[in-house]
Nanobody, 121 residues
Framework: QVQLVESGGGLVQAGGSLRLSCAAS????????MGWFRQAPGKEREFVVD????????YYADSVKGRFTISRDNAKNTVYLQMNSLKPEDTAVYYC??????????????WGQGTQVTVSS
């Protein structure tokens, strides 16, 4: 069992930055691909970015490419999302998710509870 706890959300003006963190419990963090998703009001949850087990490979949604950066620290069981040049359309609840080998993002193995990010214009 893995528990994911996000933090770092808040209110920021357009053009600003935020850094989200997702702390995972357990001793198997490095065996999971980690990802960030977001859900805006009235919209479906969407994929934002993921990072491989070692941290050597990442994949970004086009909407955040060049503005967001994912990283992970396996020694601290934590994955980060650095968000720069934020736009009002980035406003959403951001969720951390964990994926075991052989699984797909259509059904992540674990979800965090989410953290609200609000970008004012």
């Amino acid at each position: 069992q893995v528990q994911l706890v996000e933090s770092g959300g808040g209110l920021v003006q357009a053009g600003g930055s935020l850094r989200l963190s997702c702390a995972a419990s357990g001793r198997t963090f490095s065996s999971y691909v980690m990802g960030w998703f977001r859900q805006a009001p009235g919209k479906e949850r969407e994929f934002v970015v993921d990072i491989s087990r070692s941290g050597g490979s990442t994949y970004y949604a086009d909407s955040v490419k060049g503005r967001f950066t994912i990283s992970r620290d396996n020694a601290k069981n934590t994955v980060y999302l650095q968000m720069n040049s934020l736009k009002p359309e980035d406003t959403a609840v951001y969720y951390c998710a964990a994926l075991r080998a052989g699984s797909s993002w259509s059904r992540p193995n674990y979800w965090g509870q989410g953290t609200q990010v609000t970008v004012s214009s």
